[in-house]
């Protein structure tokens, strides 16, 4: 996944902050929400595989340089936001963590990349290769989750380990 770099109308970090008072518990809520989350991203995953475009040979080349075993399995989607779960509580469990909403750009679902109209760059497209080569290194979506999703409740979005990995790998060619 892929914030903006849009820095938030003062507004909205306002009304942000106040939020915090009901703020979900989702150390607690994670167990429970897990099966859920990974029904929903196969769900979305597959959407995108039967769907989706595959990759052109040049950002193959980028797939392959950030790790990818099999980058013509991956499939694209162009958006014009990044979907949200229906189900009310992980809907909202998603967004307080920071995984969606609508300054995401990009999100990946095992070989299926989702990303926001116009943002098909090489720095974004390499990030979400790079959680590709992810997937691919603990299995599947089914043994992603629960390992991305844990480290985003404990580290936060920013310094997740997985996360961390993703920008650090990120290509900045023009
Ligand atoms: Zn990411």
Excluded at 26 to 52: C, M, Y
Excluded at 73 to 86: A, F, G, N, T, Y
Excluded at 144 to 164: H, K, S, T
């Amino acid at each position: 996944m892929r914030l903006s770099e849009t820095r938030k109308p003062r507004r909205f970090l306002a009304s942000q902050r106040r939020s915090y008072a009901i703020h979900m518990d989702l150390r607690t809520l994670l167990p429970q929400l897990l099966p859920h989350a990974i029904a929903w991203a196969e769900f979305q995953s597959n959407h995108v595989a039967s769907l989706g475009i595959a990759l052109p040979e040049s950002m193959i080349a980028v797939a392959r340089h950030v790790g990818v075993q099999r980058p013509e399995r991956i499939r694209v989607k162009l958006v014009d936001q990044i979907p949200l779960p229906e189900e009310p509580t992980l809907r909202q469990a998603a967004i307080e963590a920071g995984l969606l909403g609508p300054n995401i750009l990009g999100l990946t679902l095992g070989y299926s990349i989702f990303i926001v109209h116009g943002h098909d760059d090489v720095r974004l497209i390499s990030h979400e290769c790079r959680h590709v080569y992810q997937y691919e290194v603990l299995g599947s979506i089914e043994k992603f989750l629960p390992v991305y999703l844990q480290q985003i409740v404990e580290y936060g979005y920013d310094n997740a380990p997985l996360e961390v990995d993703a920008r650090n790998n990120e290509l900045h060619m023009a």
